[in-house]
């Protein structure tokens, strides 16, 4: 067994936990209770959000951060910081208007005048396209008169139109030479024409007051406003208390809003841009680059035209945003002893875009040290994940459920300054709804396929309620769940520290979607990531840069040239989703590996295009092989797969480590049903079931046979666990029992003569109930004899907070491996048997088990925490509403029986 499940079992795990503490100018009383709250919770780590802060970098910041940096050499803790004042991060605590107006974001924008049978001489207008259109409309909006008059041409180029609005690259005219005078003077031959003006502006597209995100001096303005002031302030604590950095969501930001659609080549929309992009493109396209710009908007007679422009384009933009703004910030962290991590919008495929996405997912985590990604606003669900739902926006179940977690864990597998380690920012603006039950849902499935790290959003320190994006952990007290969040956060620390330090096990690579959608038509990498997940066949996502440059990566091909390795993974194989074009990279990649599988799922791509107009477009010549999407499974599973189930169950979730040994997690995602069957492992081996919740080993009764092992596993919905493996003499450490609590999974032997009878008693009438908010807690009040269970909120529906149940029972004889299971708990349980605590249970099944009851009389005392959401009721309405969602009852009802 690996070392890092015993450390976890004597409790010397690590912490892999770092919260958001909002920051909103409290006493400093207050901050010391909220950081001691988040300490209890077994976190040693947290991240300051100084977004709220009514003075970021001012005196009542430097007064609070001094005594959080205090706090925390005293305690032990590491210090994080998020790294602007304003979300998303680029802001640069408003540097740019202030200091550097040079410096301001830039864009390319166009706009289009059409010449109809021109035959002689024309007079073109050009300065007054240089700027938006509008209409009656726009009338009286303000409009940075000043800024526009600096606007420049860029290319003026005319086009032949063809029926359906395309242009001809071909015949095009290039007409920038005549520009004088705010107009051009040109004779266009006979036919239809469309003039394109192709400006540079500072005014046309996102925020102003934000750095140019791809311009290095610009995102160097990031550095000055805020990382250079904490260090100098704090350089003896960096790389020590303070740990490091965090950027939220930055993103090419040459759109407003978070519209998910800004792609390149399918929106009208202004393009990012800086000083260094017409070089690179020069490179790629020639010295007729700037008459090729237009093809960023529009299709061309020859499609292959306008997909290598948005290829070279994209790949121009999204390679200055990893050298300039994440290399960048990520090289002076490293330079000054401290880490660099953070995520990007990663929504629905924005990961890939323009807009609030940074373009090129692999590419913008490159400068980080750490992957990262994040969950929130119900972007994951239980049971959400084949539906598109409305969330804070809509969202595409495909995606967050079968790509998200995966796309943030590959890039933490692959890039070798990663250390293999992915991080999460979960569980905010989820709403009050969200409690401890779902919470360890979301968390399971985040670690299930590969994240080992979580920014838990948020704690508040805010007067109850905060509004701000809820649900708030501890809620100054108001939070009934509060004492059952710490044992989740107990419960994520010990899986996560059992899921870190190995290298994943995973045989099957699927090639990143981010040049397939540049180009144009292409199958989204959700589909295969679908099929693979609900087969129990474990993958990375690989960009086709690591493709292009191995060494880079750590890797190479074996010597046989049948698995390509890359930083300590091995892949048997590489799924390609269809797409009508594909890279030179990728092209070359197959021909210099051809003994290496990879598979084009539904068809080969009809042509291969490199962002270099000098190397030139080809027909695709077949290479690989065509396999169906709805194949792929029995495919890989031939060769590329080491676990798999003893019949279907597509919400059986699985998560192939390797460490002193092979690791397994496997979550059980569904929402209703019981995963009750075996697990075949490769090869004959044997393992334990590691518990986390219970942090305890349970021994396993495996078959082994014809190279295989068979492992019996019942595995009820919300629950998980890791199976590890283990040499025979392990083995018999595990025989009878592991930990406290935990007994192996089998008939325990000889029963007793009440076990045998199936003793049933039914204990669902006649209890004690009362309650009290969670700020009164444990003054319970207003006790009440109830005969029958029913919900607690149909008699009182706005009550929020612990509602006690209490009662007495009687056995006639003695019952061992006795079984409480409770129908229905909405939705944290704890429970007393004869006055002793047996703990906490905080998602289904609501089971404890007793050793030993004896006979006699025995007494009950079960205390259920509810969620805050009816309690919101009798508050006024928030001034913003992003989530409605359906109330769900309070309390503990249904059946309660007493098996043995």
Not at 217 to 234: G, I, K, N, T, W
Request: proline share 5%; with cysteine; charged share 25%.
């Amino acid at each position: 067994m690996d070392k890092s499940v015993q450390d976890v079992l004597e409790n010397r795990g690590g912490n892999y936990i770092f919260p958001f503490l909002w920051m909103k100018g409290e006493s400093q009383e207050i901050i010391a209770e909220e950081i001691d709250r988040i300490y209890d919770c077994g976190i040693r780590a947290v991240c300051i959000e100084s977004r709220p802060h009514p003075d970021f970098l001012g005196e009542g910041w430097w007064k609070d951060m001094d005594f959080i940096v205090g706090l925390a050499k005293e305690k032990g803790m590491k210090l994080w910081l998020l790294d602007d004042a304003h979300f998303p991060t680029g802001y640069a605590n408003h540097l740019i208007p202030e200091k550097y107006p040079d410096r301001k974001k830039t864009y390319i924008n166009y706009n289009v005048q059409d010449v109809w049978g021109a035959n002689t001489e024309m007079t073109l207008p050009i300065d007054c396209m240089m700027k938006p259109k509008t209409t009656w409309m726009d009338m009286g909006k303000p409009a940075d008169l000043e800024e526009r008059g600096r606007n420049k041409v860029v290319s003026i180029t005319a086009y032949r139109l063809t029926e359906d609005s395309r242009i001809d690259m071909e015949g095009l005219m290039d007409l920038t030479p005549l520009y004088a005078g705010g107009q051009v003077k040109a004779a266009l031959p006979k036919g239809n024409w469309r003039i394109y003006v192709v400006y540079e502006t500072r005014t046309d597209g996102g925020n102003p007051d934000y750095i140019n995100i791809i311009d290095k001096d610009s995102a160097a303005v990031l550095l000055e406003a805020v990382y250079e002031p904490h260090f100098e302030r704090y350089k003896e604590d960096f790389g020590t208390v303070f740990a490091g950095f965090f950027s939220d969501e930055p993103g090419m930001g040459n759109t407003l809003g978070f519209a998910m659609d800004d792609i390149i080549g399918k929106k009208k929309m202004p393009l990012p841009w800086s000083g260094d992009v017409p070089v690179l493109l020069k490179r790629r396209l020639g010295d007729r680059w700037a008459q090729k710009l237009a093809a960023l908007w529009t299709d061309t007679e020859e499609e292959a035209d306008a997909s290598q422009v948005r290829l070279a384009y994209m790949d121009v933009v999204t390679s200055l945003y990893a050298e300039n703004f994440c290399g960048q910030i990520g090289r002076w962290c490293k330079e000054h002893h401290v880490e660099y991590v953070g995520h990007v919008i990663e929504d629905n495929g924005e990961h890939a875009r323009l807009g609030c996405g940074s373009g090129h997912y692999f590419r913008a985590m490159s400068g980080q040290h750490m992957a990262g990604i994040d969950s929130i606003g119900a972007q994951i669900m239980p049971g959400g994940a084949d539906v598109t739902h409305m969330a804070v926006t809509e969202v595409s179940g495909k995606f967050f459920h079968y790509v998200l977690g995966r796309l943030g864990a590959s890039a933490g597998h692959l890039d070798p300054g990663k250390k293999g380690r992915t991080l999460c920012e979960a569980c905010g603006a989820y709403g009050w709804k969200f409690g401890v039950r779902d919470m360890k849902w979301l968390l399971d499935h985040l670690m299930v396929q590969g994240v080992n790290h979580f920014v838990p959003h948020a704690f508040s320190m805010a007067e109850y309620p905060d509004p701000d994006c809820p649900p708030h952990f501890y809620a100054r007290g108001n939070n009934p769940q509060y004492r059952h969040f710490a044992e989740l956060m107990k419960y994520t620390n010990r899986m996560c520290g059992v899921l870190s330090g190995g290298r994943h096990g995973a045989k099957v690579a699927v090639l990143y979607q981010g040049e397939a959608e540049w180009m144009g038509e292409y199958q989204d990498m959700e589909e295969p990531a679908k099929v693979l997940s609900n087969h129990q066949i474990d993958f990375d996502f690989v960009p086709v840069d690591i493709l292009g440059d191995l060494d880079a990566y750590e890797g190479r091909m074996s010597g046989d040239g049948r698995t390509l390795m890359i930083n300590g993974q091995s892949y048997k194989m590489l799924l390609v989703p269809y797409s009508r074009y594909t890279t030179k990279t990728l092209d070359d990649f197959i021909r210099e590996n051809r003994k290496f599988d990879v598979c084009f799922i539904n068809a080969y791509p009809e042509a291969v295009l490199s962002p270099y107009t000098e190397q030139g477009k080809k027909v695709f010549s077949e290479k690989g092989k065509v396999i169906l999407l709805e194949d792929i499974a029995d495919y890989a599973g031939k060769t590329a797969v080491s676990i798999s189930l003893d019949r279907p169950f597509a919400s059986m979730l699985v998560y192939d480590y390797e460490k002193n040994g092979k690791l397994y997690m496997l979550f059980n995602s569904d929402m209703y049903e019981t995963f009750d069957g075996e697990i075949i492992v490769e090869g004959e081996k044997q393992f334990v079931l590691y518990d986390g919740m219970k942090n305890c080993c349970i021994s396993l009764e495996c078959r082994r046979e014809g190279g295989k092992t068979y492992i019996p596993l019942t595995l009820p919905v919300y629950q998980s666990c890791i199976l590890a493996e283990i040499t025979q003499e392990e083995a018999e450490k595990y025989r009878e029992f592991a930990s406290d609590g935990c007994r192996k999974q089998k008939s325990t032997g000889q029963e007793s003569s009440e076990q045998a009878k199936g003793i049933v008693l039914e204990l669902d009438r006649n209890w004690r109930v009362s309650a009290c908010r969670s700020i009164d807690y444990p003054g319970f009040a207003n006790a009440e004899e109830v005969d029958v269970l029913q919900p607690y909120s149909d008699k009182y529906p706005e009550f929020s907070g612990y509602i006690c149940y209490e009662k007495e029972f009687e056995t006639a004889g003695r019952m061992e491996n006795a079984v409480l299971d409770i129908e229905f708990v909405y939705e944290c349980a704890e429970l007393w048997l004869d006055g002793v605590n047996q703990g906490k249970c905080i998602c289904p099944p609501y089971t404890y088990k007793f050793d030993e009851l004896s006979a006699g009389v025995h007494t009950l005392r079960i205390e259920v925490a509810t969620t805050l959401d009816r309690e919101q009721q009798t508050f006024p309405n928030p001034p913003f509403q992003y989530i409605f969602e359906a109330i769900e009852p309070t309390g503990m009802f249904g059946r309660v029986r007493l098996k043995a």
